[in-house]
């Protein structure tokens, strides 16, 4: 059974005391997305556990906001990984604003929200700060690579797809 004690990472009040420079530990961050995503391998939780893991997302969830608002901030208007990434902050804004209803299930699927809006963010951050991307739980790395002639291409995140694509194209999109 998972305890308190493996969920990784800074507490939030001690990240809120450093301000937005305070750095990303997204590595554990996804760790911790890891014990909820995907659903159907998310070990059991108990109510203690699930608030300690919620609270850790919804906190972790308000850094990473500001930290892909200040790294898009650096992008020129019309860049578009900019424009998606913000369309994802305001989405994992409207995540944070959104209140779970107090049974057990409605809890659990609002901290699977939280996770995917966390993991979608980590994406955007990691292609806002040109950091190459893994998967929640630790897939294959990638990143901005070239094709044969040598131009540029998109960056990809674990799915193979652009990390933005998850923010736009999908509905019902964290």
Not at 12 to 34: K, L, M, Y
Request: charged fraction near 20%.
């Amino acid at each position: 059974m998972l305890t308190r004690s493996r969920i990784r990472g800074k507490s939030f009040t001690r990240a809120c005391s450093q301000g937005s420079h305070t750095p990303v530990d997204v590595a554990a961050i996804r760790w911790n997305i890891g014990l909820l995503l995907p659903h159907h391998q998310a070990l059991p939780l108990t109510d203690d556990e699930l608030a300690a893991l919620t609270a850790f997302l919804r906190t972790h969830t308000q850094l990473l906001i500001t930290h892909v608002e200040q790294a898009a901030a650096k992008r020129p208007p019309e860049d578009v990984p900019r424009y998606i990434a913000l369309a994802c902050t305001r989405q994992a804004h409207d995540r944070l604003s959104a209140p779970p209803a107090p049974d057990r299930h409605s809890l659990l699927v609002h901290a699977r929200r939280l996770a995917r809006a966390l993991a979608a963010l980590c994406d955007h951050h990691d292609a806002l700060t040109d950091v190459a991307m893994s998967g929640v739980a630790g897939g294959a790395q990638a990143g901005v690579q070239g094709d044969p002639a040598g131009r540029p291409t998109a960056p990809t995140g674990p799915s193979g797809q652009p990390p933005t694509a998850r923010c736009v194209l999908r509905p019902g999109c964290p």
